[in-house]
């Protein structure tokens, strides 16, 4: 299979989990499919197939010690894929995360709607957003209590 049709799929795959986050935070698809993480589960197989497959294939000196050596990782199709998949998979773990946390705090889902686009779009954007959010209307700093 192609990078570009694995790429055009994983993209895909994932609206419908970003749609039920934002649309139906509360209904038991979504907290099936997207909050137990089987979705980010499946783009996670998808990536360690990605990187499998191109196990044989090195890029002369490619790797993750410089910008440069990271590049050149990333010039073949199915690597930069597979860095995409990273993030497509961590993101939308993420945006379950704060859907479920919100639920948990009881924080309103109409705040936590500007996170998610760009939890989706700029991942760590999203993420400081909720987190301010989050400390603002629980006055906690903690994001995971150890009681």
């Known amino acids: 299979m192609s990078a570009d049709l694995i790429f055009s799929i994983c993209n895909l795959a994932i609206l419908p989990g970003w749609a039920l986050l934002i649309a139906f935070p509360r ?3 979504t907290l099936g499919l997207i909050a137990s993480g089987i979705i980010p589960f499946v783009l996670g197989l998808v990536y360690v197939g990605l ?7 090195s890029v002369d000196g490619g790797g993750f010690g410089s910008l440069e050596a990271l590049y050149l990782l990333f ?3 199915y690597g ?17 995360w704060e859907v479920h946390d919100s639920q948990q705090k009881s924080i ?3 705040l ?5 686009p760009l939890t989706l779009m700029l991942g760590p954007t999203g993420l400081v ?3 301010v959010i989050r400390t603002i209307k ?3 700093v903690r994001i995971y209590s150890t009681t």
Do not use: M
């Not at 936590?112 to 998610?116: E, T």
């Open 112 to 116: 936590v709607l500007p996170c998610l």
């Open 51 to 57: 990187i499998f497959s191109q196990a044989g294939d």
């Open 80 to 96: 930069l894929t597979a860095a995409w998949v990273h993030y497509l998979a961590f993101d939308l773990f993420v945006g379950a």
């Open 75 to 77: 010039s073949n199709p």
């Open 129 to 131: 957003l909720y987190l």
């Open 27 to 29: 209904w038991k698809w």
């Open 108 to 110: 309103s889902h109409w």
């Open 138 to 140: 629980t006055r906690e």
